[in-house]
Each structure stands twice: as C-alpha cells, then as structure tokens.
C-alpha cells in the first residue's frame, strides 16, 4: 500500500460519510416540509374555530372532541363516526347555545360544518396530531381570553391532562 492508497481511502470514507449525512440531512428537511404543511393546514382550521369561539352565544360553550379516541379509545362510547355525529347532534339539541367541534386525526386536511357542528381532519401524518392541535387552539384561546368558554372532551388520560392544565392556567 502506497501513500496514494491511503489517500484514495480516506477519500472515499469522507465521500460515504457526506452521504451518510445528504440522506439524514434530506430526511430531515422532509419532516420540517410535511410539519410546515400541517401547521398551515391547522392554522386554517384555528381561524375557523377561533371566529366560532368569539361568536357562541351567551353562555354557551364550545365542546371541543377528540374524534377517534371517543370511537376507538378505551371506554368509548360510541361505535363509530356516525353514532357520534349523532351523539353531538343530540347534545346540541339540548344546548342552544353551544358549538360542538369533533376533531380527527387524518391524512388530509379539511373542514366541514353543519350549523353549530364543526368536523376537522387535521392532515399529516403521526400520533396525537388532534391532541397537539386541540391543545395549540387551547393556548390560543387561552391568549385571547376564550378558554373558559371550552369544553374538551377525550377518554385520552394524558390528553385530558394537559388540556386541563392549559385551560387551568387561565384562570
């Protein structure tokens, strides 16, 4: 082995090594573009739900629900989506004066309303997206001053924790 061998070798080893380091790099800024994209999908949706929160009626209450985990969490209540549009359906039928929120996790972002019923896909991809959006909005609200005018509702222990710590701290 000859000095140019040895120089050939450390070459290559550094040119692995920027490989190595383009791949993570690429990676990386693939994660920030899909979390870039999500925050400005969840800034939409927080500018719907904040003009719903600043025109509930007098002593309503916006009620804010973590979708899937009320279908799919331990000690659900319903069966599915449907048996919950319903069950929110019924809670607005006795409460004239609130806002029902039920929030989702899903691939695409998106929202529809039904009168005083609102249905939000988060978009993105990854665990707890409604949790981490549901408490963004929280912290909005609690900014604004709105926060005591929510109501979540989760089975989520953890969720239902930090939710309740955001709202607490305004008060």
Excluded at 9 to 28: F, N, T, Y
Excluded at 40 to 64: N, Q, S, T, W, Y
Excluded at 89 to 98: C, E, I, M, Q, S
Aim: hydrophobic share 40%.
């Amino acid at each position: 082995m000859n000095a140019q061998d040895v120089i050939l070798g450390s070459r290559v080893a550094h040119v692995r090594e920027l490989k190595s380091e383009i791949a993570r790099l690429k990676a990386e800024n693939a994660r920030l573009r899909d979390e870039n994209a999500g925050l400005l999908g969840h800034f939409d949706l927080a500018l719907l739900a904040a003009e719903d929160l600043r025109r509930l009626a007098p002593g309503g209450k916006m009620v804010i629900v973590d979708g899937w985990n009320m279908i799919l969490g331990a000690n659900r209540d319903v069966r599915d989506r449907g048996e919950l549009l319903a069950k929110a359906r019924r809670h607005l039928d006795g409460h004239p004066a609130d806002f029902v929120w039920i929030v989702f996790d899903g691939p695409r972002e998106n929202s529809r309303s039904d009168g005083r019923l609102r249905i939000s896909y988060t978009g993105g991809s990854g665990p707890h997206r409604a949790d981490r959006f549901i408490c963004d909005f929280l912290r909005m609200a609690r900014f604004s001053g709105d926060v005591s005018r929510i109501e979540v509702r989760t089975r989520d222990k953890e969720f239902a924790r930090d939710a309740k710590r955001i709202i607490g701290s305004a008060t």
